[in-house]
């Protein structure tokens, strides 16, 4: 059996901005040759974890490998070998020929080998040479900067990719042209590459691998829901109402807050039938709004729609086969009172 | 009102034909111009640079005491310049006072606080993620310090040309630390100031004329190369 090298290594570590700490991740391996999908709300601490890879942050504690060799004193030779996208990315003031060639030159890399590349980057995103290239910065759509910018590191064929938020902000075509780009990147290259997104049914489809990010913890490998809410004590249950049904869950102990409760798609049965009601069991109606392959694990990845609750839960395609699912159907979900847990 | 349109008719006249004293006053001002700029842009771009750029305990008073030295007035300037470059100052050695090197000490001392207080605004007012771009592309040290000047260079000709007005422009320096000097140290300023007050306003519209023109054709030249450069 191959053993799988992981291209970065977070022990326990930490970052701050101020006194707010941003993340803290115990443990977390970022496999060399993986596509990498980082998941989680809004100020989860995706861009932070990101950026803290990228060695353009520097943590507060634990340990940063790139390789097996901790980042420390050696990030300049880390950032030439893996580079950010960032969520709104930044062109030069310079024609977009100049702005791809910037860091080629920053490599000591031929002036005729600069211009190859730079065609070849920007065919990779969609765009050709002839009419984009002598283009200055100013002439260009969102989308079209988006693209350039990502022609900017693709020209440097980076060991490792990190994406943050590469799609959000950009029409369909743009979308489609950045993720071929960069998946193939991945195929051509062997790039590794870590894209916080979220476009879930991409990364679904291309991820070896998800983390999901809560607060800044890296809370699971793999998809998680996230049931936020305003959960209610009753006895020894914590209780979501929602339009028409409810969701309950087993009381943390302590003081912890009520705000979010994590449930692994897998723990979640899907039927056309609704199963009998169990005490120690959810029992949940919904509509079944889309099916995507999880290329992780090979599964099928259903959302379910339950007043307006969206689960994911997690099953072999042959159980989609055998129950003949399909979005627009109405399903009913079961899962234990006991998965539910409290972040 | 005929004084005025046969000053102006007289003034073309004395351009046309290549008047020496005129011309004399324009090559005196282009001189000590270019001697000015040339010591302002050598000094305020790097310290306007490493104010903008640099991040260090008291750089809210230093910036505040650049942004205060933007009001210097010229004759105070001129006053201060004067007591040490005369006989009686520490250089009064030096042969300075009445010449234009003497002027140009003067004239750098009012536009540097331009350039300086200019060049930092510039700096300080990039974006946010041009640094964090540049380091993702792998770029530290002086190599991200030259990307960030050239991200900035719009604005720095903008700072070199407001420096520019206020040499070009200026007459209490220039008539304290050179004493109006005819063929030496009398500039286009200088000239027009003495001319009016003689009531050769032929000689004043003349020079005020050129003035004009130098500038203008300095200004249109830059713009020239600025488009080129967007293009």
Not at chain 1, 259 to 280: G, Q, T, Y
Request: proline residues 3%; aromatic residues 6%; glycine residues 10%.
């Amino acid at each position: 059996m191959t053993e799988v090298r992981n291209v970065f290594s977070l022990r326990n570590l930490t970052h701050s901005y101020g006194r707010h700490p941003t993340l803290d991740i115990a443990s977390l391996d970022i496999p060399e040759g993986g596509v990498v999908g980082l998941i989680g709300p809004n100020g989860s601490g995706k861009s932070t974890l990101l950026k803290v890879l990228g060695c353009l942050l520097a943590r507060r504690s634990g340990e940063l490998l790139y390789g097996g060799v901790s980042v420390d004193g050696r990030e300049r030779a880390v950032r030439r070998e893996v580079t950010l996208l960032l969520q709104e990315p930044y062109l030069m003031r310079r024609s977009v020929y100049a702005n791809i060639a910037y860091g080629l030159k920053l490599r000591g890399i031929a002036s005729s080998e600069i211009a190859s590349r730079v065609s070849d980057s920007l065919a990779r995103v969609g765009m050709a040479a002839d009419s984009f290239a002598r283009r200055p910065w100013f002439r260009l759509s969102g989308g079209e900067v988006q693209r350039v910018s990502l022609a900017v590191r693709l020209a440097l064929r980076p060991k490792v990719l990190l994406l943050d938020e590469p799609t959000a902000n950009v029409d369909e075509t743009s979308a489609a042209r950045i993720k071929e780009a960069a998946w193939h990147a991945w195929n051509d290259w062997g790039t590794t590459i870590v894209v916080a997104t979220h476009d879930l049914v991409w990364l679904y489809e291309v991820a070896t691998k998800i983390v999901s990010l809560y607060r800044g913890r890296a809370i699971s490998d793999g998809a998680e829901n996230l049931v936020q809410g305003d959960w209610v004590r009753a006895g020894d249950r914590a209780i979501l109402a929602l339009r028409g049904q409810t969701i309950e869950a087993t009381l943390p102990g302590g003081d912890q807050p009520l705000v979010c409760a994590a449930l692994n798609p897998s723990s979640i049965a899907v039927s056309r039938e609704r199963p009998a009601s169990r005490a120690d069991h959810n029992v949940l109606s919904g509509t079944l709004t889309q099916m995507s392959i999880e290329r992780a694990t090979g599964d099928i990845l259903g959302v379910v729609d339950c007043d307006g609750v969206f689960l994911r839960a997690r099953f072999p395609l042959s159980s989609a086969h055998d129950l003949n699912l399909y979005p627009g159907l109405a399903v009913h979900l079961s899962f234990p009172v006991s998965t539910l847990t409290f972040l | 009102m005929n004084y005025i349109s046969d000053g102006f008719v007289q003034a073309i006249g004395l351009i046309l034909s290549m008047d020496e004293e005129t011309w004399s006053a324009v090559v005196v001002t282009v001189k000590l111009t270019m001697l000015s700029m040339s010591v302002t842009l050598a000094l305020g771009l790097p310290l306007g640079f490493l104010l903008g750029y640099l991040d260090f305990p008291g750089k809210p008073v230093v910036r505040t005491v650049v942004d205060t030295l933007l009001a210097l007035p010229t004759v105070v300037v001129g006053l201060l310049v004067y007591a040490f470059i005369s006989n009686r100052g520490p250089l009064g050695g030096y042969g300075l006072l009445f010449s234009i090197r003497g002027m140009a000490i003067g004239q750098t001392i009012l536009a540097l606080p331009i350039v300086v207080a200019l060049t930092a605004s510039a700096i300080e007012g990039l974006d946010n993620r041009l640094k964090t771009t540049l380091a993702t592309l792998g770029a530290n040290g002086w190599r991200m310090a030259a990307s960030c000047l050239m991200e900035s260079r719009f604005a720095l000709l903008v700072a070199a040309m407001t420096a520019y007005g206020r040499i070009v422009a200026e007459v209490g320096v220039s008539m304290m630390l050179g004493g109006n000097i005819k063929w030496h140290t009398r500039t286009i300023t200088t000239a027009i100031t003495l001319e009016t007050g003689k009531g050769d306003f032929a000689l004043g519209m003349a020079l005020g004329i050129l003035l004009l023109a130098m500038s203008f054709a300095l200004n249109a030249a830059l713009s020239f190369i600025r488009r080129r450069a967007d293009a």
